[in-house]
């Protein structure tokens, strides 16, 4: 089974040295999801900036994006600061991140401070510091970290304007992919900035209610398409990890094949036979329900018998540890740990703390491509851990149409569970988009009577299907679910006139 994500994970660090060498003019940079953006990486020679507010994760992308230059390329990187602060309290801070490599440092890695050179010389001194440099360093990356102390330092915009200039003529000559950081600032320097460079990067940290959230912004990129638009942003210990948005990932999903499709059973024999076999494989089914009234036990069920069958199936949820989940299903008699020892069965536990959707989309569709063998079963056991992420609520029904397109090129047969209240005379769906996005929805609610719940189920909807729309009562006994051969029980409650055996009242 699976856990919560691992203290110390391996980084997720480019596979073969052509993820970040340079190809067909293009320097990739390793950041796992950023030359996906990028469309594949910076353009060689070419000249960028990255700007954003104090904290926001300049420093440690651009070092980053060093480390992975050198691990992969023969080509040495110079790091340049224009800042006060001294390179051991730098170094020291990035030292417990995955991707840093003491024994680069000095030797493929340049650290230089032109600080004093800036104060003493000014901008035309640091200028011809840089050339000197790449005269003698022919580095492949040059990263120049204080980018607004040089525009401060200029007189006027004239000569910021011609510092920019004559820089980006130096690294077009040495081919040098140069990247500029620079404090968030506003104003006509910026626009003069972002108007000569190559491409404009952001990197933004704000506070969204009572929740910090990074985004990545690409403003501009010179030669090539790129994903537009705010893209979630993580420190972590692997540096910085960046989640583009689901819907613009999938923007195109592929044609779906046009093989033979099977239905997908959830062994319990009634409810089989109202779906006429059960669901089509490659579908998405909602389970709509109160707490308590079944939601889990019957995606349980549908994991456990495509096991039996030989399909591989993968618990998806946020509030039950799987440890306590074995148990409960021991304690009801469904066989799910054999499956789960055996592998045919993944159970994978996101306890609902502050996570990014895009990131927890990330983890399940990673999880799913990992396997291939066909017939694939998923259960995501609470749709609200993922609204409960959202930082945009109306990302939701735009990422949930992503979300289940994917899944369904996949042929991943899929349920998704959503709660509904637990006290109400109406039904009303908490995500109305949910019912938008998947062809058939199964309602579980809860009767009372003469001073006992009775538990109805009905199918709502069933695209490319005929089923049998009349409720059923159901209970929940040890060996799962079974679901009653008639309506007439379901009748009798909703009626409020239970009868005999015999049929009398």
């Given at each position: 089974?699976?856990?919560?994500?691992?203290?110390?994970?391996?980084?997720?660090?480019?596979?073969?040295?052509?993820?970040?060498?340079?190809?067909?003019?293009?320097?990739?940079?390793?950041?796992?999801?950023l030359d996906f953006i990028l469309k594949g990486g910076f353009f060689r020679g070419g000249t960028y900036t990255l700007y954003g507010p104090p904290g926001a994760g300049k420093t440690i992308l651009a070092n980053q994006l060093c480390f992975n230059h050198i691990?992969?390329?023969?080509?040495?990187?110079?790091?340049?600061?224009?800042?006060?602060?001294?390179?051991?309290?730098?170094?020291?801070?990035?030292?417990?991140?995955?991707?840093?490599?003491?024994?680069?440092?000095?030797?493929?890695?340049?650290?230089?401070?032109?600080?004093?050179?800036?104060?003493?010389?000014?901008?035309?001194?640091?200028?011809?510091?840089?050339?000197?440099?790449?005269?003698?360093?022919?580095?492949?990356?040059?990263?120049?970290?204080?980018?607004?102390?040089?525009?401060?330092?200029?007189?006027?915009?004239?000569?910021?304007?011609?510092?920019?200039?004559?820089?980006?003529?130096?690294?077009?000559?040495?081919?040098?992919?140069?990247?500029?950081?620079?404090?968030?600032?506003?104003?006509?320097?910026?626009?003069?900035?972002?108007?000569?460079?190559?491409?404009?990067?952001?990197?933004?940290?704000?506070?969204?209610?009572?929740?910090?959230?990074?985004?990545?912004?690409?403003?501009?990129?010179?030669?090539?398409?790129?994903?537009?638009?705010?893209?979630?942003?993580?420190?972590?210990?692997?540096?910085?990890?960046?989640?583009?948005?689901?819907?613009?990932?999938?923007?195109?999903?592929?044609?779906?094949?046009?093989?033979?499709?099977?239905?997908?059973?959830?062994?319990?024999?009634?409810?089989?036979?109202?779906?006429?076999?059960?669901?089509?494989?490659?579908?998405?089914?909602?389970?709509?329900?109160?707490?308590?009234?079944?939601?889990?036990?019957?995606?349980?069920?549908?994991?456990?018998?495509?096991?039996?069958?030989?399909?591989?199936?993968?618990?998806?949820?946020?509030?039950?540890?799987?440890?306590?989940?074995?148990?409960?299903?021991?304690?009801?008699?469904?066989?799910?740990?054999?499956?789960?020892?055996?592998?045919?069965?993944?159970?994978?536990?996101?306890?609902?703390?502050?996570?990014?959707?895009?990131?927890?989309?990330?983890?399940?569709?990673?999880?799913?491509?990992?396997?291939?063998?066909?017939?694939?079963?998923?259960?995501?056991?609470?749709?609200?851990?993922?609204?409960?992420?959202?930082?945009?609520?109306?990302?939701?029904?735009?990422?949930?149409?992503?979300?289940?397109?994917?899944?369904?090129?996949?042929?991943?047969?899929?349920?998704?569970?959503?709660?509904?209240?637990?006290?109400?005379?109406?039904?009303?769906?908490?995500?109305?988009?949910?019912?938008?996005?998947?062809?058939?929805?199964?309602?579980?609610?809860?009767?009372?009577?003469?001073?006992?719940?009775?538990?109805?189920?009905?199918?709502?909807?069933?695209?490319?299907?005929?089923?049998?729309?009349?409720?059923?009562?159901?209970?929940?006994?040890?060996?799962?679910?079974?679901?009653?051969?008639?309506?007439?029980?379901?009748?009798?409650?909703?009626?409020?006139?239970?009868?005999?055996?015999?049929?009398?009242?």
């Amino acid at each position: 089974m699976s856990k919560p994500e691992d203290e110390n994970p391996q980084p997720p660090r480019p596979e073969t040295e052509q993820d970040v060498t340079a190809e067909g003019g293009r320097v990739k940079t390793g950041v796992p999801r950023l030359d996906f953006i990028l469309k594949g990486g910076f353009f060689r020679g070419g000249t960028y900036t990255l700007y954003g507010p104090p904290g926001a994760g300049k420093t440690i992308l651009a070092n980053q994006l060093c480390f992975n230059h050198i691990a992969f390329t023969d080509q040495n990187c110079v790091y340049l600061t224009v800042l006060a602060e001294s390179h051991g309290k730098m170094v020291r801070h990035l030292s417990s991140l995955r991707f840093f490599d003491a024994r680069l440092v000095g030797s493929r890695l340049k650290y230089m401070a032109a600080y004093q050179t800036l104060r003493d010389e000014g901008p035309h001194g640091v200028l011809r510091l840089i050339q000197s440099t790449l005269h003698q360093q022919r580095p492949g990356l040059l990263v120049i970290d204080g980018l607004e102390s040089i525009e401060q330092a200029a007189s006027d915009r004239v000569r910021a304007r011609e510092f920019l200039n004559q820089l980006q003529a130096f690294t077009a000559l040495t081919q040098t992919t140069t990247l500029l950081c620079a404090v968030e600032q506003g104003g006509e320097q910026r626009r003069d900035e972002d108007a000569m460079v190559d491409g404009v990067i952001e990197l933004s940290d704000k506070l969204v209610g009572p929740r910090a959230v990074r985004e990545l912004t690409v403003h501009k990129f010179r030669g090539s398409g790129y994903l537009r638009g705010r893209h979630e942003v993580e420190i972590t210990g692997l540096g910085v990890q960046i989640h583009p948005r689901i819907e613009i990932q999938f923007d195109a999903p592929p044609e779906l094949a046009n093989e033979e499709r099977k239905r997908m059973g959830f062994g319990i024999a009634e409810l089989d036979r109202m779906m006429n076999g059960g669901i089509l494989s490659g579908s998405t089914l909602a389970l709509l329900g109160a707490p308590g009234s079944g939601k889990t036990t019957l995606g349980l069920s549908f994991l456990v018998e495509g096991a039996r069958q030989g399909h591989k199936g993968l618990y998806f949820a946020f509030y039950e540890p799987p440890p306590r989940l074995l148990e409960r299903a021991e304690h009801m008699g469904i066989p799910l740990r054999p499956y789960v020892e055996q592998g045919m069965i993944e159970l994978v536990w996101q306890p609902p703390l502050e996570h990014y959707m895009d990131a927890l989309a990330e983890s399940l569709l990673d999880r799913v491509r990992a396997e291939q063998p066909a017939r694939r079963r998923l259960f995501i056991d609470g749709v609200q851990g993922f609204a409960a992420a959202a930082v945009y609520d109306d990302r939701l029904p735009r990422f949930l149409s992503a979300l289940t397109n994917q899944l369904r090129t996949w042929d991943v047969t899929t349920l998704i569970s959503a709660e509904l209240p637990m006290f109400g005379t109406s039904i009303e769906l908490p995500h109305p988009e949910l019912a938008h996005v998947v062809e058939t929805v199964i309602l579980l609610r809860y009767v009372e009577l003469k001073s006992q719940l009775h538990r109805l189920l009905s199918i709502m909807k069933m695209r490319e299907s005929g089923y049998d729309t009349s409720i059923r009562e159901f209970t929940i006994r040890e060996g799962g679910i079974e679901v009653s051969g008639s309506f007439e029980s379901a009748e009798q409650i909703l009626s409020g006139f239970p009868r005999s055996a015999g049929g009398m009242s």
